[in-house]
């Protein structure tokens, strides 16, 4: 099965750098994924890491380590529109559609 | 303009009355899926297509139906509604060489 963990709410300061951890247990990991989703909207997508390491994307970067079943999403430079709740999601092969698993999100508030 | 749709977007109905929301992709996807997301539960898997005439059970399947005649649709059917399947319905694509997965505008469902 799958069990994925991040906090359930946190805000932060405009213009400030925050930081968003996910941990995971998953017996088939092929891959970690960040979505946002702004209040009563789709989730869209932000970031995917299958390595360790650091991918970054412009404000946004996300982290990887497999061995400690771990990740952050990493959020520079606030703005009041990223005020939005942010979905870590596992891929796991082993039902053998690689299906996405998500975590219950982090709602960001992002304050003046 | 590549997009995931849904209909209805709203629909308050009442237990026992068969429905069915419509999902359309017009990216040529192969993989679709369906969730629901709820309070506390994050979003959690229905049912999912890997292609036409493939579909299997998410972790939530029970009072669901699915089809895929088609490769760009894939609609929820609920033959039996009732108040427990209130939630926020999302349908998603994702062609079979990309990461990136493309969600639908979402369908509030009520149940009475």
């Known amino acids: 099965g799958q069990n994925i963990d991040q906090p359930t709410e946190m805000t932060a300061t405009e213009g400030a750098i925050v930081q968003i951890n996910c941990t995971y247990q998953?017996?088939?990991?092929?891959?970690l994924f960040w979505y946002q989703q702004h209040a009563g909207e789709a989730p869209t997508f932000l970031s995917y890491n299958v390595l360790d390491g650091l991918e970054e994307k412009g404000r946004f970067s996300s982290f990887l380590s497999r061995s400690k079943g771990y990740s952050y999403l990493l959020l520079k430079e606030l703005q009041m529109k990223d005020s939005a709740s942010y979905l870590c999601a596992v891929r796991d092969h082993q039902t053998g559609a690689n299906n996405l698993f998500f975590g219950t999100g982090t709602r960001l508030t992002v304050i003046p | 303009e590549a997009q995931v749709t849904q209909n209805p977007r709203y629909l308050i109905t009442v237990t026992g009355k068969k429905l069915t929301v419509t999902c359309s992709q017009n990216m040529n996807h192969e993989y679709m899926s369906w969730y629901r997301q709820d309070p506390g539960l994050g979003l959690r898997q229905i049912y999912y297509?890997?292609?036409?005439?493939?579909?299997d059970k998410g972790d939530v399947p029970e009072g669901y139906k699915v089809s895929r005649k088609e490769k760009r649709n894939f609609p929820l059917i609920l033959e039996s509604p009732s108040p427990n399947q209130t939630s926020l319905y999302f349908c998603?694509?994702?062609?079979?060489?990309?990461?990136?997965?493309?969600f639908g505008p979402g369908t509030r469902l009520t149940v009475l």
């Open positions: 297509s890997m292609n036409v005439e493939v579909t």
């Open positions: 998603a694509s994702k062609g079979r060489t990309y990461n990136e997965g493309f």
């Open positions: 998953t017996s088939g990991f092929n891959g």
